[in-house]
């Protein structure tokens, strides 16, 4: 099968022809987080701040896999995930980016329908499973917790500083496939909000291909703000075939029996 994509030939759409779960599975991601009404988010008192450990990376490579940008360290990195909803710690992997080609779109979950411009996913796996003891195995393994993803909303508004050098560093992976070695240090931990106390967390998949229901999800309500500017800059990178991602979201699926927990009221 042509390698799946974003576009009406190769979209979300087309994905269950490769793997049925898009069609068969009823754990899959992204979601919309309704917060009123009978399926809504329900606080739970007993979720606590999520605990990120995020020394500063040292070695890193960004990439254009023509259907992101992701930016990943190098395996030594001691980078850590735990608190929330979590019972284990995670090991960080990589984080990319969603976004869309206008303001209003472009977030793969969606708050009461809202989508916002741009959604950042923190990936990680955990690291004190018995069962798998890479990124790659935990993907494949069938632990409903193998990975789990912290999720940022981007909305526009001031220039994000820390963001800057990885904004910066788009044009030099405008094609598809390319990479760069990240120059320098990169702060994640900038990046986020002081407290990561309020969220929602439900349990999803991979939102592409193989979309695997390994996910314990973790979307923060306070989205990340970042320019017109920086937004353009997603939206002049390359999908691999001469045109620039302009969408690179699932839309949401059906939610099924699942329930999602709010830490906040
Ligand atoms: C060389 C063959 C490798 C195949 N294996 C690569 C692979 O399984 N990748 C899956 C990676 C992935 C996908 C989607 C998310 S999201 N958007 O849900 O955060 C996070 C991580
Ligand atoms: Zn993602």
Known sequence: MAPWGY????GPATWHKDCPIANTGVR????DLITTGQTCAKYDSNLKPVIVS??????ATFLNNGHSVQF?????????L?????TKKYKFEQFHFHWGNNDSEGSEHRVNGKMYPAELHLVHWNSE?????????AVGSNDPHALCVLGFFLKVGAENASLKPITDLLSKVKNA???VSFPGKFDLKAVLPETLTDYYTYDGSLTTPPLAECVKWIV?????????AQMEAFRAVDDGHGKPITGNYRPPCPLHTRTVAASFK
């Open 54 to 59: 995020y020394p500063a990376f040292s070695e």
């Open 72 to 80: 990943q360290p190098s395996a030594g990195n001691l980078s850590e």
């Open 129 to 137: 499973s018995p069962n798998f003891s890479s990124f790659q195995e």
């Open 82 to 86: 735990s608190g929330g909803p979590l």
């Open 177 to 179: 496939g390319s990479s």
């Open 7 to 10: 576009s009406k030939e190769n």
């Open 28 to 31: 899959q991601s992204p979601i």
């Open 220 to 228: 923060f309500k306070e989205p990340i703000e970042v320019s017109t």
